[in-house]
């Protein structure tokens, strides 16, 4: 398919191996990348390299874009008016080995940057390549892609693929993974011939990130997708239309690496195995709270008491949900609308020709201590929405502060991603949270407000690809607008919110925790003074919930957690808390890489955090 003819074979860009990886862990590449080392500019097919790295620009129609390609790796891909164009740069492989003769796992990295194309018929951005001698595939030949991003409206679908093999987890997100039988253009041919195309499709879009090129390999192989020799694996920016052409379309990637991490391959399944359930600490409602704490995983669903309010047209009903910490409100203008909340602060809400509805449950304050004497504040949440929200919606954090008054918001998902009429002046952006934000500040002028009509500030971070689970580290942002200038006041309310300016729809969150100073997780175990070598089961650690109440784990000796001071993290994946126990995320361990530049490069922060692989848990500083 979409190449032209190369019979040059080339070696395997060594020099890419994970002394340079190391590096890149290093560096913040989500918001500190920018292109560098030599560059060549292109403007009709051709497959080359500079330096280290193969590169190859591609068009159905001969001349439907550009590209330059720089010696990092990097690239910047435009589309002038193209039937099918690839952009795409990294290893040029020579199809001599397979993936698992390689000495590592293909590692690639990428920062995206794009603009919208028109006439968009299909779009894969993330990782492409060739195999040749693919026993049992049609002329021995297999496409094959790992789909991060699109220039088009939505994800690939089925519509892809032929067959659907199922789904993996892989890099921290969900991939659909499909096999297709294509007859068309392919490498080292003339003509059409036939041949399969493996996908993995990831469920949201993103940005930026690190893809394990072989662990989707090593899935696909589960899933009866045969591997052969490897002809290349590139950073790919793909879009093209079979009926008509693509116009327009600008896909920069300041940076764009793939390398091999030398050291053992083992699956992803090792050392990541989460702790049993049964050692899970439990909240009152029965959710999981503990530091392993995955609101996209752990289940709660609605419990407790059941209280349903229809609001008060133009006027705010509000109160405390049952006994738990939350307060809930319910505001609107106009229209048919309820709000349904449970004591574990999971709710329900639902609105109809309206002409601005809020419903929000969360933490209400004094408005007497700042973000930093209540905080840290973060969100755990899962939501569902369906309908429809009008000119305006905004789902994510909400709140107010007093002295000065302000009106904030961190907005994680949406019916319509709203634009810059609404948000008003772009500040900047910044990364958190596995994704990067846009920062906007506006002015509302003699509006309603937690003060009557006032006119105030409204701050805003946009999150650029929408979610409906996850954490907000909502402390994070605050901190971010007040360096940009924008100053927050005393704490009214952190809360998680639904808005909609009309239409008729609904949203229900059916996971919920929020954290705060004085009401954090359970904490993560601490180490004892004798910490320098692991514990029996008889001390494994306690962790204390809010109320002082304390929870034992497991006297299994399968189920103990030990502190060990000297432990040694193995390749491959671990779980991040901080000091407090909340859990962070996950992140991976190459050979050869330092325990304290992966966190730094995944979690873009200084400080102490707490690392746990299997049954030990340790402490890494990270400056």
Known sequence: MRMII???????????????????????????????????????????????????????????????????GSMDCTITGAKDYLCRAGLSLGSNKTYKE?????????????????????????????????????????????????????????????????????????????????????????????????????????????????????????????????????????????????????????????YISNGEVKPSSSASTPTSSASTPKSSAGAAVSGTIDACKDVMGHEGKETRTQGQNNSSVTGNVGSSPYHYEIWYQGGNNSMTYYDNGTYKASWSNTGDFLARVGFKYDEKQTYEQVGPIDAYFNWKKQGSAGGYNYIGIYGWTVDPLVEYYIVDDWFSKPGANLLGQRKGEFTVDGDTYEIWQNTRVNKPSIKGDQTFPQFFSVRKSARSCGHIDITAHFKKWESLGMKMGKMYEAKVLVEAGGGS????????????????????????????????????????????SVHHRSSSSTDAIHFNTRMQLKSGEFQVFDMQGRFLGTAKLEAGAKVAEVLKANFHRSGIYMVKQDRFMQRVAVK
């Open 6 to 72: 190369n019979t040059a074979k080339t070696s395997i860009a060594f020099a890419m191996a994970f002394g340079l990886a190391s590096t890149a862990f290093a560096q913040d590449f989500c918001s500190n990348a920018q292109h560098s080392g030599q560059k060549v500019t292109i403007t009709s097919n051709q497959t080359g390299k500079i330096g280290d790295i193969g590169y190859e620009l591609w068009d159905e129609n001969g001349h439907g874009g550009s590209a330059t390609f720089y010696s990092d």
């Open 102 to 258: 390689l000495g590592g796992d293909m590692i690639a990295e990428f920062k995206l940057v794009k603009s919208g194309a028109s006439n968009v018929g299909y779009s894969y951005i993330g990782i492409y390549g060739w195999m040749e001698q693919v026993s049992g595939a049609p002329s021995n030949l297999v496409e094959y892609y790992v789909i991060d991003n699109t220039l088009a409206n939505d994800m690939p679908g089925s519509w892809i693929g032929n067959e659907r093999k199922g789904t993996i987890t892989v890099d921290g997100g969900t991939y659909t993974v499909y096999r297709n039988t294509r007859t068309g253009p392919a490498i080292k041919t003339s003509g059409n011939v036939q041949f399969y195309q493996y996908f993995s499709v990831r469920d949201k879009p993103r940005d930026c990130g690190t893809i394990n090129i072989s662990e989707h390999m090593r899935q696909w192989e589960k899933m009866g997708m045969t591997m052969g020799k490897l002809y290349e694996a590139k950073v790919l920016g793909e879009a093209g239309n079979v009926n008509g052409q693509v116009n327009g379309g600008h896909m920069d990637f300041p940076h764009a690496k793939v």
């Open 505 to 548: 729809g609904s949203f229900d969150v059916t996971y919920f925790k929020m954290t705060d100073k004085k009401h954090p997780l359970p904490q993560a175990p601490a180490p004892e003074s004798s910490a320098s070598e692991p514990k029996s089961s008889a001390s494994a650690p306690r962790s204390s919930s809010s109320n002082g």
